[in-house]
């Protein structure tokens, strides 16, 4: 697989339920960053995971990072109908203040209400 | 929150033609980018710009791209004798100095070529 790839592509759950989101990449990073997608409009950033952190939070998100894995994951918790989007994990190994991002294809998450 | 702004949300345009799109980055940052988004692909990095001159591009930024901090606030990226494939979203973004800082984007630019 490519350099952030996420899984599962698809993903349908009802309003409540928590949502899992997991991130595969390949070579070493310095950090991780999870952004949102609606529908034909822009990124939104969501969660900054650094390479020496393991776990985050910001409000009902929680990320992980596994470096040893290379993989990260998003739970969305008490999921409700406006988290439907399409979810991507983008990658920086940038050793400068220069920052390349390599995106993921994106889960497409839909909560039914 | 601040935020990067972009126009215009959508432009449609003939083949052959010159197009710009225009982003007003985040005004304490200091590092600019563009990617693009073709439809039901992946975002892609085109290039990052920083004091005045490009200082990463990928192989997709070639000699039909370029871009431009014109005044202190706007961030240009033109595209010249366009193509049917460069249909895409174009997002600019921008951040801080620092590989800890976020990459913040804008809501894009739709780009239709007819």
């Known amino acids: 697989s490519q350099q952030g790839e996420e899984d599962p592509q698809a993903l349908s759950i009802q309003e409540g339920e928590n949502a899992t989101m997991n991130c595969s990449y390949k070579t070493s990073i310095n950090n991780l960053q999870w952004y949102r997608q609606n529908s034909g409009r822009g990124l939104v950033h969501l969660i900054l995971?650094?390479?020496?952190?393991r776990e985050k939070h910001s409000g009902r998100l929680r990320v992980t990072l596994d470096t040893s894995k290379k993989s990260s994951s998003l739970l969305i918790t008490a999921s409700r109908a406006a988290d439907t989007a399409s979810y991507f994990c983008?990658?920086?190994?940038?050793?400068?203040?220069?920052?390349?991002?390599?995106f993921g294809s994106g889960t497409q998450l839909t909560v039914l209400p | 929150e601040p935020e990067v702004t972009q126009t215009p949300s959508h432009q449609v345009t003939q083949m052959g033609q010159e197009v710009i799109l225009r982003c007003v980055p985040i005004?304490?940052?200091?590092?600019f980018y563009w990617y693009r988004q073709i439809l039901g692909q992946k975002v892609e990095f085109l290039v990052s710009f920083y004091n005045n001159e490009i200082s990463e591009k990928s192989e997709i930024f070639d000699d039909q791209f370029s871009v431009e901090r014109p005044d202190g606030s706007n961030f240009t990226l033109k595209i010249r004798s366009t193509k049917l494939e460069d249909s895409a979203m174009y997002f600019c973004a921008s951040s801080e100095i620092g590989s800890r800082n976020t990459i913040y984007f804008g809501e894009g630019s739709w780009l239709t070529v007819v």
């Open positions: 983008a990658t920086d190994k940038s050793s400068g203040s220069a920052r390349q991002l390599t």
């Open positions: 005004s304490n940052h200091l590092y």
């Open positions: 995971i650094r390479s020496n952190e």
